[in-house]
């Protein structure tokens, strides 16, 4: 059992869902502020005593990517600072998780730079929600939590009893993530055939399955530019599904993918709120709360408790 006092610090780039958090927890966030001097260097101060505290910091590294990352570091020195007992980054969306290998020349692996500066700047620990590569965690020598959005998902959509159901991955890459689903859910599995032509554009073959007249879920980890998907899904409505619903636990939702899951030929779009999303133009979006899950992982690792009963619960699987 810890006996120290935990806080809870929110940084900017997801204050909703901190809240949230400690209304789970039936608890209240440290008073901390995140502002910035007039030339836009980022200036924080944690207005409680954390000495000897349990600290969590939550904080997406989502757009703007580069700020909220420098916000988080900022605050992960200011509790070490303050002489924080341990600190935990909580970060519900780990961006620049793409860059996770050099598979050309003279490239960086920005994801391993990524988790030195937290543990440089001194993050003991580190919880976070569906990477887009799970071997991420082994580019921290600190304990990483990693969990996933799958019974906040799987609940949604098994309330929804859908027959005929083949859960579809948008790519190769998702094909795990996807057969996880199709079993939780009771579906079939059918992948599609994607090639990235550049960061915004991609090229759909094939799909390796069969989606005729059946209900369709394609399942990603994140939702970008919303290419991959909004592509899967027209090209699931080509081959006869009689449905098509798209998820995604991240949806970061930039440059055109607005647009593109306006005008996507489906009968809905879910995602959680790892990523504040804002609803306007999309009638179709039902956002999840990631929160209960959030915070029941922070007592969890508060009190040395496993995490891993967490994806075990009949009622979660
Ligand atoms: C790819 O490996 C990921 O799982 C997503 O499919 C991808 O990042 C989504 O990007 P976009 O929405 O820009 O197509």
Redesign the pocket.
Known sequence: MNHRSLALIAGNACPDLAQDIAKEMNSRLAPARVARFPDGEIDVRIDDNVRGSDVFLVQSTSPPVNDNLMELLILIDAARRASAARITAVIPYFGYA?KDRKDEGRVPITAKLVANLLTEAGADRVLTVDL?AAQIQGFFDVPVDHLYASPVLTRHFRAQRLDDLTVVA??V??SKMARGYANRLGGELAIVDKRRVS??H?EVGAIIGDVKDRNVLLI??????????AEAARICRDHGASSVRIAATHG?LCGP?RERLAAAPVEEIVLTDTIPVDPTGLPKLVVLRIAPLLAEAIMRVHTEQSLSVLFKRPEDT
């Not at 990603?220 to 998907?229: F, V």
């Open positions: 793409r887009h948008p790519d890459g998702s960061a915004e991609i990603d980890d994140m939702i970008s530019t919303g290419g991959s998907i970061v993918a």
